[in-house]
C-alpha cells in the first residue's frame, strides 16, 4: 500500500523568507496530491493539490511541484507570514489500478513557525 | 461548515466501553474516512468508505469498527479492544475515487477521553 514520508517534522522561518517541505511517496501508480494546512484547533483545510500529469502549480504565494520519477513532491511558501504558522500535511491517493485506490494516506505532518 | 458534521465534540467513557462517533454529511459524497490524530504523528487512517456498503481497513483498523448503510452516514466505533483510544479522531469526506480524486472535507472532529 501506500506510504508518505514528510520532511521536515518542524520548521521555524523568520517573516517574509520561504519555507518548503518535502514528501515522498511509495506508490508509483498515485495520481493526486493534495497539501491540506490546519491551524491550531481548527480542522484540515485544503491549500493546494497537484495531478500526477502536472509538474508545478502556483496559487498565490503557495506552489506545489511534482517530480513523478523520484515519487517525491514539495510544497513552497514564499515570503511568510505569522498567519502561515500551522501544522502542514501532504497526501497521495492511489488510482484505480492499485490496491490504495481511493485510500487517501497523508504525512506525518510539518509544524510551520513564523516569527515575525 | 462544509457539510460534514461529527458530533459530540467531546466524549468522555469510562475503560471497557464501547463508545460510537457520529460522522454525517449532505454533500452527496461517495467516499468517507475516519482519521486519528494524536500530537506528533499526523492524521493516521484507521478506515475508509468509497461507497455505500463498502469500506476497507487502514492502517490501523485494530479496535476499531464502522459501518456505511447509507451514503450520508459513515459511523465509528471504538470497541474495548482498542488498547489506547484517548484521541482526536477527525472524519472526512471527498466526491471520490471515480473519475478525479478531488478535495476531501473535514469535520470538526471529536475528542473521546477515556477514564
Known amino acids: 500500500g501506500e506510504n508518505v514520508e514528510q520532511h521536515p517534522s518542524t520548521l521555524s522561518v523568520q517573516e517574509g523568507d520561504s519555507a518548503v517541505i518535502k514528501c515522498t511517496y511509495s506508490?508509483?501508480?498515485?495520481?493526486?496530491f493534495p497539501w491540506y494546512k490546519q491551524e491550531l484547533g481548527k480542522r484540515p483545510q485544503l491549500i493546494i493539490d497537484?495531478?500526477?500529469?502536472?509538474g508545478e502549480k502556483k496559487d498565490q504565494r503557495i506552489a506545489v511541484t511534482l517530480n513523478k520519477t523520484a515519487k517525491h513532491f514539495s510544497l513552497h511558501i514564499t515570503e511568510t507570514q505569522p498567519e502561515d504558522s500551522a501544522v502542514y500535511f501532504c497526501?497521495?491517493?492511489?488510482?484505480?489500478?492499485?490496491?490504495?485506490?481511493?485510500?487517501?494516506?497523508f504525512g506525518a505532518g510539518t509544524q510551520v513557525v513564523v516569527t515575525p | 461548515d462544509g457539510g460534514i458534521t461529527q458530533s459530540p465534540k467531546y466524549l468522555f467513557r469510562k475503560e471497557g466501553q464501547n463508545v460510537t462517533l457520529s460522522c454525517e454529511q449532505n454533500?452527496?459524497?461517495?467516499?468517507m474516512y475516519w482519521y486519528r490524530q494524536d500530537p506528533g504523528q499526523g492524521l493516521r487512517l484507521i478506515y475508509y468508505?468509497?461507497?455505500?456498503?463498502?469500506?476497507q481497513k487502514g492502517d490501523i483498523a485494530e479496535g476499531y469498527s464502522v459501518s456505511r448503510e447509507k451514503k450520508e452516514s459513515f459511523p465509528l466505533t471504538v470497541t474495548s479492544a482498542q488498547k489506547n483510544p484517548t484521541a482526536f479522531y477527525l472524519c472526512?469526506?471527498?466526491?471520490?475515487?471515480?473519475?478525479?480524486?478531488?478535495?476531501?472535507?473535514f469535520g470538526q472532529g471529536t475528542r473521546l477521553t477515556v477514564v
Open positions: 472526512a469526506s471527498s466526491p471520490g475515487p471515480r473519475g478525479v480524486n478531488t478535495e476531501a472535507f
Open positions: 506508490d508509483s501508480a498515485s495520481n493526486y
Open positions: 497537484i495531478r500526477s500529469n502536472v
Open positions: 497526501a497521495a491517493v492511489g488510482t484505480m489500478t492499485t490496491d490504495s485506490w481511493g485510500k487517501l494516506q
Open positions: 454533500l452527496n459524497h461517495d467516499a
Open positions: 468508505s468509497q461507497i455505500v456498503n463498502d469500506f
